[in-house]
Structures are given as structure tokens and as C-alpha cells.
């Protein structure tokens, strides 16, 4: 028999599920209805941080399976190699010369969840808070790059001789993940995922403005982008968000 507890936590989880789905399934609201900043700046936190958290959630599962492995100190069945190998190709970690505890040393940097006040500091930036020409055609929220004809959408200002478009997403919830991927896995970000684990492992956990100084090769502003990142995160004190 389910005690009330039990009953409770089970609903209060089904109606998150329930949320996300709808926020998924739901196109962009249009955020360039409100006229007050500060209604604008709520609704879209309350819209992001749930597709934040799913996306970090499936990491976070990826992460416990790793530990799991890393505890067994090479002694893998079949199926735990298995496993292994199925996370090196997700994030990226190429086994060729790498035994397995090399590998599992790699992917404890990547697979880790982005502080949801970076990821909401981010977006709001990059997107112009939900408003941006990229992120209502193409629900990309990040700005994240891509390099195939037809990939995305055109920047109206793109630099003669450039070749990239900007990725075109079907639902938003896919440029979160996207970008999370990105921050875990591409080569400019590896001082970030460091700092990250060197936090983890002196403090128990890092905050977004902490690992917002990594962020020096996400834009061409470099450090003017660093510092516009840590005043909304500041600004609108998203750092109660990485303590959940």
C-alpha cells in the first residue's frame, strides 16, 4: 500500500512531467507582448528553467551510471562495457589509445549538468529574452552554429566568406539540449568543465556565475560577454536555481 508521501511525490512528479510535455509540445510564446521588464523576465524564466532541467535530468542519470562504473574499477560484465562505450560516443570521447578507466576519467568531466542560472543567463542573452529573429524561426535560443547549406537560418549580417548559419530547432526543449551537449563536449569549453570538477570536488557543487569566466569563447565579445553573463545572473539572482 502507497503512503500518502508516496502518493504525493508521485503526483507532484507526474504533473512536472506533465508541464514539461506541454512547455515541449508548445511553440515559443511570444514574449514581445509584455510591456513591463519585469513580467517579460519572469515568464520567460518560468518557461525555460523546467526544459533546463530535463535536459540536465538526462545527464544527471547519465552521470550515476558512470559513477557506477568508475566503482567497479575496470571489472566490467559485457553489458557495463557496453554502457560505457554507448556514453564515450555521446559525449564524445574517442577510446583509441584509452583504456577504460581513461575513458571513464574523460567523461566525468563532460558528463555533469550546467548550473541552470548559466543556462538561463544564456538564453536570455542570446535570444534577446525569448524575442530574437533566431529564436522565434528557429527556436534557438543559444545561438548555437551550424555548417551545412541549409542547416539554419542566414545571419543578416554574416561576415563575407563565412559559411555558417545559425541552427534552426524543431522544439526549444532540442536547442537545450543542444547546447548543454555543447558545453560538455566541445574543445572550447574544456577549461569550464575542469573548473567545474575541481568546484564539484572542493564545495560539492559550482555555480553559473563561478563558471561564467570560462565562457571567453562563446562570443566574439570575450570578456565584455563573461561579464554580461554574471550581471544577469546576478541582476536577476539565478543563483538560487543551482541549489535545487
Not at 545571419?155 to 541552427?167: C, D, I, K, T, Y
Not at 557543487?205 to 569566466?213: D, V
Request: one cysteine or more; charged letters at 25%; proline letters at 3%.
Amino acid at each position: 500500500m502507497f503512503s500518502m508521501r508516496r502518493v504525493f511525490s508521485f503526483l507532484i512528479f507526474t504533473a512536472a512531467i506533465f508541464a514539461v510535455t506541454l512547455l515541449d509540445r508548445n511553440p515559443l510564446p511570444d514574449f514581445a507582448h509584455y510591456t513591463q521588464v519585469q513580467q517579460k523576465k519572469s515568464a520567460f524564466f518560468d518557461y525555460m528553467l523546467p526544459l533546463v532541467i530535463q535536459s540536465n535530468q538526462v545527464v544527471i542519470e547519465d552521470r550515476n551510471e558512470l559513477e557506477m562504473l568508475a566503482s567497479k574499477n575496470d571489472d566490467f560484465s559485457f553489458f557495463e562495457r557496453r554502457a560505457l562505450n554507448r556514453l564515450a560516443d555521446n559525449y564524445f570521447v574517442h577510446r583509441e589509445k584509452r583504456n577504460d578507466l581513461e575513458v571513464i576519467e574523460q567523461l566525468l568531466l563532460r558528463v555533469d549538468p550546467v548550473p541552470p542560472s548559466l543556462a538561463l543567463a544564456q538564453a536570455a542573452i542570446e535570444s534577446a529574452w525569448g524575442t530574437s529573429r533566431f529564436a522565434v524561426q528557429g527556436n534557438n535560443l543559444f545561438g548555437q552554429w551550424c555548417y551545412k547549406k541549409g542547416c539554419g537560418l542566414v545571419p543578416l549580417r554574416r561576415n563575407s566568406g563565412s559559411h555558417h548559419e545559425v541552427a534552426k530547432f524543431d522544439r526549444v526543449s532540442e536547442s537545450v539540449k543542444s547546447y548543454i551537449r555543447n558545453i560538455n563536449t566541445h574543445r572550447a569549453y574544456a577549461d569550464l568543465r575542469v573548473s567545474r570538477a575541481r568546484l564539484r570536488s572542493a564545495e560539492n557543487s559550482a555555480s553559473g556565475h563561478q563558471l561564467a569566466e570560462n565562457l571567453i569563447e562563446y562570443s566574439e565579445l570575450r570578456e565584455k560577454y563573461v561579464d554580461e553573463v554574471q550581471a544577469v545572473i546576478r541582476i536577476n539572482k539565478l543563483t538560487q536555481y543551482d541549489k535545487r
